[in-house]
């Protein structure tokens, strides 16, 4: 009995530092509707900060307390910079636009860390007071994990307080709620937002900080964390603190039970619950109705077939692409091999994303099904380079259909969680199962045939299947089923009052995406020779994200212009020394400069020199 | 439309002039070597094993290089994707000229590295991967691999495990291939040695994503006499806390892979655990006189003690110069000739040699205890545990291999 006690105080624990983590997260989503990518990093800096506060002053249990306060302040300050100088220049962008910026923001914290504390890892001091371990029903505890569970609901009561009994918490919740009513009732939203930022970021400060005791300071800090807090979130619901906790408890407690019965299950036990609790409650344990979608922005405009003057343009940059093996170097073909399948990948999330309203999280997936149903055709079965090709789109199609069943009913960022948690598990399989998937060494061996080894017949293989692919995805856009998905997105109850099927065709569209993102993953994996299960990784599906968001999401051209800027520019920065730096400040300025994305800004400059006309609606 | 076309008709004129760009602009005397690891990922283990090969490059050149030439190695950051580190080979390869690469850290790199150079047979020296696939179930023709393999520094520790005399065991070790091979490779050596021992729990948190409290909590529910961790890095500095707080290595001897290594050892400071059985590297405290110049060298460069990365990254150029001498070419026919069975006559840690029939090399690793010395950590007791006795015959070892 005393070892089941001790086992769920260590749950507690855990649950309070991750609570710790996710409340700022939930709080910023709730009024500013930015998926904050940035918030592992400030969770770092935390961490960072009050090492160096704590054991600078090494002031006993003073020193300790003050120097965790202090920092969790600094973070709150550096919220504010971020909050003022960055995403309040760009709130009225597009959905998600925001996360790009963020995205750039944990580039940049990334390499400033390493500069200013060193690669090494830094074991900070144990809270002074709290060092050891009391007997509980003859079981050792540690002293500062009961404090953890003192502090988790003290802040949570914290919060409760300021929320219900001050005037300011108030107005957060009503803007959690409806922030354009607010609005209109003359409150100034940006100090609101300012300031929820800024506590937001000051928790996740402070989640860090009290880790100290806990664990060593370290640069990977910041991305393991943020997926396990953004869970939380959704978990709980979006905005709602008290769920954070509860989904915080649930994951912490049964994590901490679940590692005696089957210990490898940690990896994905998070993304297993959130996908029932999303299966059996589309808005999370606590979420409202309506907390799933950032600000309504402007409609769209409708797509147009190109001009004639452009399809010209178009035409011969296709054809130039068509000639380059001619032109440039060996290693430059392999290159646009890469930008060709980052391009196709990127035009089938924003196909999803775009046309269809359903953000993807985990794209990835039907990515490194594609991969892996390829590279396991030619391993186990023995196929041929070009049936094992066909097999790719098929494999990922049919992974998109399992999971895109379970998707399309739910919408906005629940629905992008989902896709996540679907991406997560199947790498966790794929991670885990290493006699059928190889598990983390990999699947070697998957070049391609004889005759297309070389790097350029291997270029017009890509070629045919890349641009071909994009064509077939523009060309369903303008088709009947692409005016349908549209119509989906921008108002499915009057495409339900026409006699659509909804579901139904975002159901296609989703299986759609999902095997053109396997083609590509069938590129990908034959031109690299090796699939790993990080082609189903969140940090693939985040590229893939990033690419469509910096492309920009509402012209069709979008995710051209941001794959091939995405992929271009990191090959190029990463020979640099802090390049993480230098790309995150680009995204930064790309970011503030378009923030209808490259494609909007080109459009813009061509307008403003004259290049193209005003469209007449 | 007209100026499309002379802008096309342009372009196709200057294509002869790209023949023209010196691609031959080497004929001064330079061997080009491609360097690839996770720079950015994984800095704290990169970072010294950076500082040890650019060392040797300095001290090979300032004697005048290799053949004549002088040695240009040419490092790239793989930012630890597999997928980027195959685009930086092939860019190495094809366009800046490199005879051979070497480098990576994690062990998925490092296969599929191994893998592109079968497949562009090229020579590659994996320096830093641990995975005992590289040299053996997926081994291959020009692939070769210098460190101690998580298979030799696991047989070493079990040698020592043995001698415990202890009957019931539990492994905690991180869920991916590297824990695994780890902990397999501990099992099969340990009982070998010892047929009655027991194992009665196993521990897979995620890597560097530890949850150490509950871990160690069931660690301990299983009472086990001893206890073998492969964990790293952060991961151990919060199980050793946890640990210690929950009383886990009272009267519990603990074996640890690689945990006397300088990059794991160092940042667990005055809390490093006591008495601990560990692999690692005693750094300054190596008094041979080839460790002693290279480390004096090492800290004069870089103002700080050399790390297991640093030696790691030094042995590496080492054994390049050395084949590059014996083949004395940059073929890699002739490079892949002289690989097999290449013998390193001195380097800091020893003399070592690669071994024709896996590819691996005999270089070692050192054995010992944990102790605090004056509040700092290190290893005490420790002793070089030569490689060659840890791989399991040539005939064996080839047995492994796929068939070429």
């Not at chain 2, 409290?213 to 946890?242: C, H, Q």
């Amino acid at each position: 009995m005393g070892f089941y006690v001790a086992q769920l105080l260590t749950g507690l624990a855990n649950a309070s530092s991750l609570f710790l983590i996710a409340c700022g997260l939930s709080i910023i989503f709730g009024v500013t509707r930015i998926v904050n990518f940035a918030h592992g990093s400030f969770y770092m800096v935390g961490a960072y900060l009050a090492y160096t506060i704590v054991t600078t002053l090494d002031g006993g249990i003073f020193g300790f307390w003050f120097g965790v306060v202090v920092a969790a302040v600094i973070v709150g300050l550096l919220g504010l910079l971020v909050e003022v100088t960055i995403l309040r220049r760009i709130y009225h962008a597009p959905e998600l636009f925001q996360l790009v910026a963020t995205f750039g923001v944990v580039l940049i914290i990334q390499d400033a860390a390493l500069a200013i504390w060193g690669a090494e890892d830094l074991l900070g001091p144990r809270a002074p007071g709290l060092d050891r371990a009391v007997r509980i029903m003859g079981e050792p505890i540690p002293e500062y994990d009961l404090a953890l569970i003192l502090i988790g609901p003290l802040v949570l009561a914290g919060i409760w307080l300021v929320f219900h009994r001050t005037r300011w918490g108030v107005l957060v919740r009503a803007a959690t709620q409806d922030r354009e009513m607010v609005g209109a009732l003359g409150v100034n939203q940006a100090w609101l937002f300012s300031a929820a930022f800024v506590l937001g970021a000051a928790l996740a400060g402070l989640g860090g900080a009290l880790q100290i005791p806990r664990e060593a300071v370290s640069l990977q800090m910041d991305l393991s964390v943020i997926g396990d807090a953004f869970v939380v979130v959704v978990i709980g619901g979006m905005g709602s603190v008290a769920g954070a906790f509860v989904a915080a408890v649930l994951i912490s407690v049964l994590n901490a039970f679940a590692i005696l019965i089957f210990p490898q299950i940690s990896i994905v036990l998070p993304f297993i619950v959130m996908a029932i609790v999303l299966i059996v409650r589309p808005y999370g344990l606590f979420g409202k109705e309506g907390s799933e979608h950032g600000a309504p922005s402007e409609p769209e405009q409708p797509l147009r077939l190109l001009s004639s003057r452009a399809t010209i343009v178009v035409m011969a940059l296709v054809f130039a692409l068509a000639a380059s093996p001619a032109v440039v170097s060996d290693f430059t073909t392999i290159l646009l091999v890469d930008v060709m399948v980052a391009t196709l990948f990127a035009v089938s999330l924003h196909f999803m994303m775009g046309l269809g309203g359903m953000v993807s999280f985990g794209h990835a997936a039907y990515f490194g099904v594609g991969a892996y149903a390829a590279a396991m055709a030619v391993k186990f079965a023995g196929l041929p380079m070009i049936p094992a090709m066909l097999i790719g789109p098929l494999g990922a199609a049919a992974a998109a259909l399992f999971f895109g069943w379970f998707c399309v009913r739910l919408s906005g960022v629940y629905l992008a969680m989902l896709t996540l948690a679907a991406a997560q598990i199947l790498w966790g399989v794929t991670f885990q199962w290493q006699d059928f998937t190889g598990g983390d060494d990999g699947i070697l061996g998957v070049w391609p045939a004889k005759w297309a080894s070389s790097d350029r017949v291997y270029f017009y293989i890509a070629f045919v299947l890349c641009v071909g692919g994009i064509w077939f995805l523009r060309r369903v856009a303008h088709s009947p089923f692409g005016y349908g998905l549209r119509g989906i997105r921008d108002s499915d109850v009057r495409a339900e009052a026409i006699g659509m099927d909804v579901k139904f065709h975002q159901w296609m569209g989703f299986a759609l995406a999902g095997g053109f993102a396997g083609l590509a993953g069938v590129v990908f994996a034959f031109s690299k020779g090796s699939v790993f299960p990080d082609v189903l990784g969140i940090g693939q599906s985040v590229d893939g994200l990033i690419m469509v968001l910096l492309g920009g999401i509402h012209a069709l051209a979008g995710p051209i212009f941001g794959a091939g800027v995405f992929v271009l520019i990191e090959d190029w920065v990463s020979r640099l020394d802090y390049w993480r730096f230098i790309f995150g400040a680009i995204i930064l300025v790309v970011v503030l400069l378009a923030p209808d994305g490259v494609a909007g800004g080109v459009d813009r400059l061509l307008r403003a020199v004259g290049l193209r006309r005003e469209e007449r609606a | 439309m007209k100026l499309v076309r002379r802008k096309i008709l342009g372009a196709l004129a200057a294509l002869p002039m790209l023949g023209m760009i010196p691609a031959g602009a080497q004929a001064q005397e330079k061997i080009v070597i491609g360097e690839i690891n996770s720079y950015t990922r994984l800095p704290a283990f990169t970072e010294p094993y950076k500082k040890g090969w650019e060392l040797a490059v300095e001290e090979i050149n300032a004697a005048g290089g290799v053949n004549g030439a002088m040695l240009e190695v040419i490092s790239r950051d793989d930012t630890g994707d597999p997928a980027t580190a195959i685009r930086i080979a092939e860019e190495l390869t094809s366009k800046e000229g490199a005879v051979m690469l070497f480098g990576t850290f994690l062990s998925n790199i490092g296969l599929a590295v191994a893998d592109f150079a079968k497949q562009k047979e090229v020579l590659f020296l994996a320096s830093e991967p641990l995975s005992d696939a590289i040299v053996w179930s997926k081994g291959n023709k020009y692939t070769y691999r210098l460190r101690p393999s998580t298979h030799m520094q696991a047989a070493m520790l079990a040698e020592q495990a043995a001698k415990l005399g202890k009957k019931k065991w539990a492994t905690v070790a991180p869920n991916y291939a590297y824990g695994k091979d780890a902990v397999a490779a501990f099992k099969a050596e340990l009982t070998k040695l010892q047929p009655d021992v027991e194992f009665v729990e196993e521990q897979w948190p995620p890597v560097f994503k530890i949850d150490a409290g509950s871990t160690v909590r069931a660690l301990e529910a299983s009472k086990p006499d001893a206890i073998y961790n492969v964990t790293f890095g952060g991961d151990l500095a919060k199980f050793v806390r946890e640990g210690s707080l929950r009383f886990l290595f009272e009267d519990r001897p603990v074996v640890s892979l690689l945990s006397g290594e300088p990059e794991y050892l160092d940042p667990l400071g005055g809390e490093a655990p006591e008495g601990w059985i560990v692999t690692g590297y005693p750094s300054t405290d190596i008094k041979t006189p080839e460790h002693e110049a290279f480390a004096a060298a090492y800290i004069a460069k870089w103002g700080e003690a050399p790390k297991t990365g640093s030696i790691v990254g030094y042995n590496s150029v080492l054994a390049i110069k050395a084949a590059l001498e014996k083949a004395g070419s940059t073929e890699t026919e002739a490079l892949l000739a002289a690989m097999e069975g290449l013998e390193v006559a001195s380097s800091p840690t020893g003399p070592f040699m690669f071994r024709a029939a896996d590819h691996q090399s005999t270089m070692g690793a050192y054995v010992g205890f944990t102790a605090l010395v004056d509040g700092k950590p290190k290893m005490a007791d420790w002793f070089y545990a030569d490689g060659a006795k840890y791989l399991p015959s040539e005939e064996e070892a080839a047995k492994l291999r796929p068939a070429e």
